[in-house]
T-cell receptor, first 117, second 115 residues
Framework: AQKVTQAQTEISVVEKEDVTLDCVYE???????LFWYKQPPSGELVFLIR??????QNEISGRYSWNFQKSTSSFNFTITASQVVDSAVYFC??????????????FGKGITLSVRP | SAVISQKPSRDICQRGTSLTIQCQVD?????MFWYRQQPGQSLTLIAT?????????ESGFVIDKFPISRPNLTFSTLTVSNMSPEDSSIYLC????????????FGPGTRLLVL
């Protein structure tokens, strides 16, 4: 069975600090997908990134960067120069690619990030 | 991506009643999903709703409690039946906009409070 662990529950930083959100996953499949979603106070889940298991290249998008390491089963998310608008709950999720069957997302418990001015 | 809307956005209901939540997508999609997010918790998949077939429920969720309809490729409903305070949650629908892409896009959610 697949599992996603986000050991950090709450993180509080001051604006402009860098912050890293950790995600560790478990799966028996060789083909899988990893995701990060942001849930601001409004409640909507916003898709941030998808990574497949064959692509270990790190990715940078503006102030956001992701570090995928299969050797440690981790997919960490770093926000550089954090801003108040980054305050939200961040979920890491895993999907096992199942041929001929529906994809199923397994979510971690989420990390509440508070960025103080 | 896809633009997804849900109705109602929030509701307060009495125990023992039922509420039907609607999910509308701006494009045709094969797969739609319904999730529950209990207060302060993560998301749990309730069921997968594919057009033209019965919904597939996850362990712990049953059709009598959460009947789902999927009449076409852009619309689905989830009913929360015979509600109790434990059903107070955010209910979210999601879609896989591109078949096989594995990426799910979520609606804004329906916040339900059961008294």
């Amino acid at each position: 069975a697949q599992k996603v662990t986000q050991a950090q529950t709450e993180i509080s930083v001051v604006e402009k600090e860098d912050v890293t959100l950790d995600c560790v996953y478990e799966t028996r499949d060789t083909t899988y997908y990893l995701f990060w979603y942001k849930q601001p106070p409004s409640g909507e889940l916003v898709f941030l990134i998808r990574r497949n298991s064959f692509d270990e290249q790190n990715e940078i998008s503006g102030r956001y960067s992701w570090n995928f390491q299969k050797s440690t089963s981790s997919f960490n998310f770093t926000i550089t120069a954090s801003q108040v608008v980054d305050s939200a709950v961040y979920f890491c999720a895993l999907s096992e690619a199942r041929t001929g069957a529906n994809s199923k997302l397994t979510f971690g418990k989420g990390i509440t990030l508070s960025v103080r001015p | 991506s896809a633009v997804i809307s849900q109705k109602p956005s929030r509701d307060i209901c009495q125990r023992g009643t039922s509420l039907t939540i609607q999910c509308q997508v701006d494009s045709q999609v094969t797969m739609m999903f319904w999730y529950r997010q209990q207060p302060g918790q993560s998301l749990t998949l309730i069921a997968t709703a594919n057009q033209g077939s019965e919904a597939t429920y996850e362990s712990g969720f049953v059709i009598d409690k959460f009947p789902i309809s999927r009449p076409n490729l852009t619309f689905s409903t989830l009913t929360v039946s015979n509600m109790s305070p434990e059903d107070s949650s955010i209910y979210l629908c999601s879609v896989e906009a591109v078949p096989g892409a594995e990426t799910q896009y979520f609606g804004p959610g329906t916040r339900l409070l059961v008294l």
